[in-house]
């Protein structure tokens, strides 16, 4: 909002022009970002605690930029959440993510991508048709797909994110609670939402030896996501001794530094031949 004088006309601010000037200029650089090739899709792999020749992974949009080098994802996708430009971003990453996926099934990789989707996605009626003609043009399994979403993204409009919930799991798609555990809503959202799949935030999962609440919260939310039928995903896993006792506790999956950091493409197939895993 523009300053107002004592008479209540509006005077002019500089610290307010800089800023819409960086915005301006942020959105022009976004915009640039996706046409020209900027932004690659890294993957972290995630530990299956029973032993399968499928690898899971979660896709992580980056930005190299020309001059500025690397931005972090958490840099621009809340900007362009602000803006409407995650519309784009998310085509692009969709897009990009289910072409790897097929590729991978082509050459024999059995790899499950899980990908993210902002609140705004959700709230586009288009969206479902937008992922099921992208998986037609790549000719991807949609059910090696899965999509991350969080509680909040259903708030906001609980009817119409639902609905649109309900058609991209007609695609056959997966569904996610990502940051499960950081909402307000839990359990009567879940309980509508048409998902397979929690993770549990990693603000729970990273003390776990040391917060006996921490351990509390994550041991009845496996619980729970296991009497539900969904799959449980601990994120944020960074030392042996996390990994270890959720493996006591029946989780399904872990994701983590302690296991292996978001990786380009080629780095990842490198890892897969000398990981210990
Ligand atoms: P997220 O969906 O919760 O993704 C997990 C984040 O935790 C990633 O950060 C990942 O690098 C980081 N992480 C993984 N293991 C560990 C660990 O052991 N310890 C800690 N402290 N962190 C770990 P990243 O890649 O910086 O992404 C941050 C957030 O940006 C994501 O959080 C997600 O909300 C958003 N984001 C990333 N890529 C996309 C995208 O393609 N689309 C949308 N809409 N959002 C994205
Ligand atoms: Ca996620
Ligand atoms: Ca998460
Ligand atoms: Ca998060």
């Not at 969709?94 to 959700?122: F, P, T, Y």
């Amino acid at each position: 909002k523009a300053k107002r004088g004592i008479d209540g006309v509006e005077v002019y601010d500089p610290a307010h022009h800089e800023r819409n000037a960086a915005r301006l200029s942020l959105l022009t650089e976004l915009r640039q970002a996706v046409e020209g090739h900027e932004l690659v899709l890294f993957y972290q792999p995630k530990y299956a605690f029973q032993a399968s020749d499928e690898l899971h992974v979660e896709a992580l949009v980056r930005w190299i930029h020309p001059q500025r080098g690397f931005i972090s994802p958490m840099d621009f996708i809340p900007f362009a959440e602000q803006t409407g430009y995650i519309r784009t971003i998310t085509h692009w990453v969709m897009n990009e993510s289910i072409r790897q996926c097929a590729q991978w099934q082509r050459s024999g990789r059995k790899v499950h991508i899980g990908l993210n989707l902002s609140a705004r996605d959700l709230l586009q009626p288009e969206l479902p048709a937008q992922f099921c003609a992208l998986l037609e043009r790549h000719a991807c399994r949609a059910d090696w797909i899965t999509l991350e979403i969080t509680e909040s993204a259903v708030l906001d409009d609980p009817a119409k994110a639902l609905a649109n919930l309900e058609h991209l799991r007609a695609t056959g798609c997966r569904l996610s609670i990502d940051d499960y555990g950081t909402g307000y809503s839990s359990l009567s959202y879940v309980r509508q939402m048409p998902v397979q799949e929690l993770k549990i935030d990693r603000s729970f999962v990273m003390n776990l030896i040391t917060q006996p609440d921490d351990e509390i919260i994550v041991r009845s939310t496996i619980e729970l996501a296991h009497n539900m039928g969904l799959t449980v995903t601990a994120e944020g896993v960074e030392t042996e001794a996390v990994l270890q006792r959720l493996a006591e506790l029946g989780c399904d999956l872990a994701q983590g530094y302690f296991i292996c950091r978001p990786l380009g493409v080629a780095e990842l197939e490198t890892w897969l031949q000398t990981s210990p895993w």
